[in-house]
């Protein structure tokens, strides 16, 4: 077997293996230059992110969409249109990206977070309901890389609780749970159409409904305070601007049209991954329950099983990108992020309401084992793994296989 390449070896991937991201053709051009040439950039009198609300509305079987400036302000967003800020908890998991539990703070309420479950990387419903204190609003199950959280009973606890759900669909474009689409799920959920996601315009999101109150109150919050027919500088109340310009919206409107196909292409292509790798020693996928009928795949999940040969999730990551996969470390847990630490998370005076200390304690409140080992087992493959045909994955499989080899080859020797 040839070296690692991170030892100057032949890369198992070539260059050109793995499809480029983002994928795009002249429909993407087309609708810019139509954008362009329209003069119409900003989304008041424009139509392009109006026309992709609407598309994007409709394939989540939901009635209302509105698209912003990113992922994270759209949980800011739903947090403020839901009403909650300061003196309330929110609970999070504490394995999921930092927005989750920024936002909150953001908001002036406190993240608590919880453990999620090892197999699937998910909040489990038995953690979200011993976090529950008479101060908590509100809670943000996340669909973790495309994995839709166990809602049957989060949404029970909720609602006995009176409890507001937010869904994190940030990596769950398209996903369903037992046929029915994640957007629908909660409350409000939230979407991200950052570089990197299934959808993508470089930077964006979206907040979803099914209520046409709240919509129209987040509508408000979302251009500065101002009705939406407001030309007489009415601001009825706070707001701020998230508003998503007509030309990301035009990209996604065409992002949109091809993403049925990728969404049923990653379906398949993951499949195949998850046999491949099956096959090989020390390594597990993230799990997949029976009740998601639609998994959207954002990122390919998968975590040392313990110790082997002594091949680290760090250097898995560092060899697999050094042979062409594209490759990375999952996220800390949150509580372990460095701007929780006491006097670190506010460059002046804090909220009255809302000490360091306090925060700290919060988000520690509850053990959270498991997250700190799939901070520490786990890593990602990018979503592009699943695209390009049952060859990508074979050349994919092939690279992870010669990495763990190598090790046991190693430690033979």
Sequence with gaps: MDELAIHGGHKACAPGTIPAWPIFDDSEEQALLRTLRSRLWWRIPGREVDAFEASFARFHDIEHALAVSNGTQAIELALATLGIGFGDEVIVPAFTFASTATAVLHAGATPVTVDVDLDTYCMTPEAFERAITPRTRAVIPVHLAGQVCEMADILAIAARHDIKVIGDAAHAHGARWRGQSVATLGDMAIFSFQSGKLLTAGEGGALVTRDPALIQRAWIKTSCGRPRTDRRYEHVELGTNMRMGEFQGAI??????????????REEAAQRLDALIAELPGLRVQARTPDVT????YMYMLRLDGSYHGVTRDFLVEALVAEGVPAYFSYRAIPDFPMFATG?????????????????????????PVSRELAARS??????VLLGGQAVQVAVAGAIRKVMERAERRTAA
């Design 252 to 265: 996604l409107g065409a992002q949109l049209q091809r993403f049925p196909q990728q969404l049923a292409e």
């Design 379 to 384: 890593l990602w493959l990018h979503h592009t």
């Design 294 to 297: 639609t998994h959207s795949h």
């Design 344 to 368: 670190a998370l506010w460059a002046g005076t804090p909220p009255a309401s809302l000490s360091p200390a306090e925060v700290r304690g919060a988000l520690e409140r509850h053990p959270i």
